[in-house]
């Protein structure tokens, strides 16, 4: 081979591998920072990953939210209609934060199944719902008159 291919050929190849890099660092970085959402379903299957971030969501459900006498520890369920998730979150909730709302959780799924929340959002408006929590909930609602309408036959 002629030098200067041979020099040209190892240039390509040290970009190439330089892209190759920067392309595999991106990915890493990109996989830690996506958070997936989750359904209260999902979560109780054991689809959900222990231990990393991810957003939970679904309907606040009613006299379930309990909240710690000596900090601002409340704990409550949310329920996409099939399952339901024990949500735990330490700080000041939304004002709009109430039972039968919609509400999506970020935070990690610990050991015991037991959602341990670092931000609650709730909904803005009486007509806004999370699209996570709308999809879920009408997933949720179709499987179950699946489930009716094959129990029937």
């Known amino acids: 081979m002629h030098p200067q291919r041979k020099q040209r050929l190892f240039i390509i190849l040290f970009m ?3 892209i190759s890099l920067a392309v595999g ?3 890493v970085a990109l996989q830690e920072n996506i958070n997936l959402f989750y359904t209260p379903q999902q ?3 054991g689809e959900a990953p222990k231990d990393r971030t991810i957003r939970a969501g679904g309907m606040v459900v009613e ?3 309990k909240r710690a ?3 601002l520890t409340v704990e409550f369920k949310a329920t996409d209609g099939v399952a339901e998730v024990t949500i735990q979150y330490t700080g000041i909730l939304p004002d709009l934060f109430r039972e039968n709302q919609g509400i999506v959780a970020l ?3 610990n050991e015991s199944n037991v959602f341990i929340a670092s ?3 709730a909904k803005h408006d009486e007509n806004y719902m999370p699209p996570e929590v709308a999809d879920a909930l009408e997933k949720a609602h179709s499987k179950g008159q699946d489930d ?3 129990a029937r036959y």
């Open 25 to 27: 660092l991106m990915l």
């Open 69 to 71: 006498e000596d900090d």
């Open 119 to 121: 931000e609650v959002l």
């Open 63 to 65: 006299g379930s939210v």
């Open 43 to 45: 979560i109780a299957d």
């Open 107 to 109: 935070g990690k799924l």
């Open 148 to 150: 009716l309408e094959s």
């Open 16 to 18: 190439l591998a330089g």
